[in-house]
């Protein structure tokens, strides 16, 4: 078996088929699709056990509600590939997701292949009449990921990648149900000895108000500095090099979006600068000029003037 899909399910029915059958529509015909659900209540289960009638390559899974994490965990325990994807089940592959990834994989002997996404509505489907391109996509060996990372060439979703299934062997898998995207991405990177990378899109990411990343609260919040702290405990002296793009990474993509969507929240608002100055991996000198400003003014109670800043910042992009 070359790779193993690993769908986490939960109240997904409104999605799920045309998620499944986007793997069953794969150019590559050597798959196995592990759908985990994970407690759902909405009738997901009943599409899953139909639509694993129709393909004995998709294995159904059970498992009271445990959260995304586990659902992955399960399933990679239960895979035989000799990769992983993981899918979401919201998502839709591009017909040759797979065989494009894979043919990168054993051309590079990259042990992580990764990929860009398409952000679609809650809406979009798949037109009838798209067809397979001619997996063609054009990929490079990543000279430093966590650069790449840093500039967002690779995404940090776990989703958006194939992994050699000995990453993920004796790998210790957090404790988390949210942002454990950015703690597995990164602390997977710093265990690869090789990540190939093409920033064409092979797979169409949904947006919809069910997703678990529109709305914040604090346990959310308090997760997000839980991947935080994790990542940093995995930098070792070997990897040290790495420290500052993921330092970079992890202020402006994580922290500083984080901060700017509770700003006007006063409890999250004070939670995020309780959970900042508590954890001390990441500091003021890791955000840059204007954005560190605003933090400042905002940890010594200068709200209305980091406000001020915010439509600058938006401006400038920095």
Known sequence: ????????????????????????????????????????????????????????????????????????????????????????????????????????????????????????????????????????HSYQVATNPFKDIEHKRIPIVLWGKLFHRELLTGFEWPDIHFSEDLFMTLALSVKSQRVAYTEEKLIYYRQHPESATKTMTAEKLDEIFCSVNLVMDTITPDNRAYRHHIKRYIAKYQLFTLFDGVCGQPALEERFLQRFAASGRIALADFSPLRALRLWLSIHGYKRTQLGLRSIIRYLKV
């Open 1 to 136: 078996m070359k790779i193993s899909v690993i769908m986490p399910v939960y109240n997904s029915a409104r999605y799920l088929e045309q998620s499944v059958q986007s793997v069953i529509g794969q150019t590559l015909p050597d798959w196995e699709l592990i759908c985990v659900d994970d407690g759902s209540t909405d009738g997901s289960a009943a599409i899953l056990n139909g639509l694993a009638r129709q393909d004995d390559r998709i294995r159904i899974l059970n498992q009271a509600n445990a959260g995304v994490t586990a659902a992955r965990h399960r399933g990679v325990d239960a895979s035989s590939g000799e990769y992983i994807c993981f899918l979401d089940s919201d998502d839709v592959l591009s017909p040759d997701a797979l065989e494009s990834l894979l043919g990168a994989a054993e051309e590079f002997g990259a042990e992580i292949v990764s990929h860009g996404y398409t952000k679609v509505a809650a809406g979009w489907e798949l037109p009838v009449d798209c067809s397979a391109p001619s997996a063609k």
